[in-house]
């Protein structure tokens, strides 16, 4: 036991600098991100930046949900077969698994822009053009969002996020500039048109890198395609993932059918700051979630106990020191978008808080998705997300954006507490920070 407990500290500690390494390169893209909204808000005015916004917040949600559960997939299937030196069935599914993504992401894309076309009463004119060009987007994000996946089952943790969450944010905002200066005009379709380009030249320099590692370390033999155990696995990872992104969305979501789009700009502008606090628990989900699956496969529980342990602390530290730095920051910050964004503060405290909780409770998702409980995990996460719909459409009419605030905070912490004590009772893991 303290042969094994000794092991997953040390790994803990090991992945440590890794995920400071990872947690650095997402503050330097919520900073190009940051900036990029600043212009953008700045060079369209706040009713074009409600539009690109929301039109951002579904190309995401969608892109993450093409992947059908794909990604995350990765993260447990390649250090699985990894373990046992199953090089067959790991070959098979990174073929499976890029094509799979990006028929299904060019599939709904064009499912969702012959709607547009078609029906054009179907979405506000001045959505519909911006839309359009996003259906271009939709399966590069995809198939980026599967790259990502593999490079981090690989523990290749800087290359999956570099590329998507660096390269990509500095490139929309270079592109956007360069945009209005050769004359085009700041509107929402522009800005999207730059986000096609950014991802399509991101996502080029990701799968040449990730290609040539993966053709370094190639086994010979046939791939093997067990696509019935990768499937029945992947789907309920997609609606939690699928779900995971609606809570991070459904606010923006609401909101855009509720309010005019200058409400979702000041709103959304709170959500990019909060985005700071989100990826500090990124940056861990992307060292330990496949150690936890390799840690299962090689049978070493109480590595795998000390690895909960050790993480859910540093993650709880290291979201309060950034949740009461960003919040601090908030004037400034906010009114750098413009002077009228700075009455986003209060939605800002109290979207952190809500994450702060959720910290407290320690990595019980990833763990359930690891370690076989996915369908559990995702009724559970599915169900909350209707919950957090309902609470967001009762709240907003009575508080306006503070009712869209006030139901994020409460849904994301009580996400938190019900996962990890669905992890305790399936698993048998303390999860929180605060466990003994």
Do not use: K
């Amino acid at each position: 036991m303290a042969a094994g407990a000794s092991l997953g500290e040390a790994e803990a500690g090991g992945g440590a600098g890794t995920a400071l390494a990872v947690f650095g390169v997402r503050i330097a893209s919520a900073a190009c991100a940051f900036v990029a909204q600043v212009l953008m808000a700045r060079l369209m005015g706040g009713a074009e930046y409600g539009v690109f916004a929301t039109i951002w917040v579904w190309t995401a949600l969608l892109g993450h949900a093409s992947t059908w559960g794909l990604s995350q997939a990765a993260c447990r299937f390649l250090p699985t077969y990894r373990a046992q030196g199953a090089h067959g069935p790991a070959r098979g599914f990174l073929a499976f698994g890029a094509v799979f993504t990006l028929a299904a992401a060019a599939a709904l894309a064009g499912i969702g822009a012959a709607a547009i076309w078609l029906l054009p009463d179907l979405v506000a004119t001045p959505y519909a053009a911006p839309a359009l060009v996003a259906a271009l987007v939709l399966p590069l994000f995809a198939l980026q969002d599967f790259c990502e996946g593999v490079a981090r089952g690989r523990n290749w943790t800087l290359l999956a996020v570099a590329p998507p969450y660096l390269l990509r944010q500095g490139l929309i905002m270079a592109l956007m500039l360069a945009a209005v200066g050769f004359g085009a005009p700041a509107q929402a379709s522009v800005a999207v048109a730059c986000t096609l380009a950014a991802t399509a030249l991101s996502l080029a320099l990701q799968a040449a890198i990730l290609a040539r590692r993966l053709r370094a370390e190639r086994s010979p033999g046939r791939a093997l395609y067990p696509y019935g155990d990768w499937l029945r696995a992947s789907l309920p990872m997609a609606l939690i993932d699928l779900a995971g992104s609606g809570f991070n969305f459904v606010d923006v979501l609401v909101l855009g059918f509720l309010l005019p789009p200058e409400e979702v700009g000041a709103y959304f502008a709170a959500t990019r700051l909060l985005q700071f606090v989100v990826f500090v628990q990124y940056a861990a989900s992307s060292v330990t979630a496949q150690r936890f699956a390799e840690a299962q496969a090689r049978g070493d529980r109480a590595g795998l106990e000390a690895l909960v342990r050790r993480w859910s602390r540093l993650t709880l530290l290291a979201t309060l020191a950034t949740g009461l730095a960003v919040v601090a920051a908030g004037p400034l910050l906010l009114g750098l978008f413009g002077p009228e964004f700075r009455a986003a503060l209060p939605l800002l405290a109290l979207l952190v808080a809500g994450h702060g909780l959720a910290a407290a409770c320690g990595p019980a998702e990833d763990l359930l998705t690891m370690l076989g409980a996915e369908r559990a995990c995702a009724a559970v996460t599915v169900a909350l997300l209707a919950a957090a719909v309902v609470l967001t459409l009762a709240l907003v009419p009575l508080l306006g954006i503070a009712g869209a605030a006030l139901a994020a905070a409460l849904v994301t912490a009580g996400r938190g507490g019900v996962l990890a004590l669905l992890a305790h009772r399936r698993l048998g893991l303390a999860t929180s920070a605060f466990a003994r």
